[in-house]
């Protein structure tokens, strides 16, 4: 999250938006948000998993998500998908909207 937030003029250059789905709750999402200073929406996944289900993340054994970053087009099409230790670096996520802003041109 630290990269991202680091990043984000670069997302806001390509009209992208960042969102953060987690599976914690929110007054621990509400600590990491403050502690990494994001400026970006985290949003909570903790009661029902459901987001985490429906994108083929969760790990039922445990009830976490694995580590994933989406990109997902204003027609709602996902472009591009990292997972495990890939999400934590924004750079393909940073590439993965600069070539669809560059697309929609």
């Known amino acids: 999250m630290l990269a991202y937030q680091a990043g984000i003029a670069k997302f806001d250059g390509n009209e992208a938006k960042v969102f953060a789905i987690s599976t914690d709750n929110t007054p621990s999402q509400k600590e990491f948000a403050t502690k990494v200073n994001a400026s970006f929406p985290l949003l ?14 969760l790990i039922p054994e445990v009830g976490v998500a694995n580590r994933s970053t989406f990109v997902v087009d204003k027609q709602g099409k996902i472009v591009h998908i990292e997972e495990g230790n890939g999400a ?5 996520a940073e590439l993965a909207c600069s070539r669809l802003a560059h697309k929609t041109q």
């Open 88 to 92: 934590i670096d924004p750079s393909g």
């Open 44 to 57: 909570s996944d903790f009661s029902k998993r459901q987001v985490a289900m429906a994108y083929g993340v």
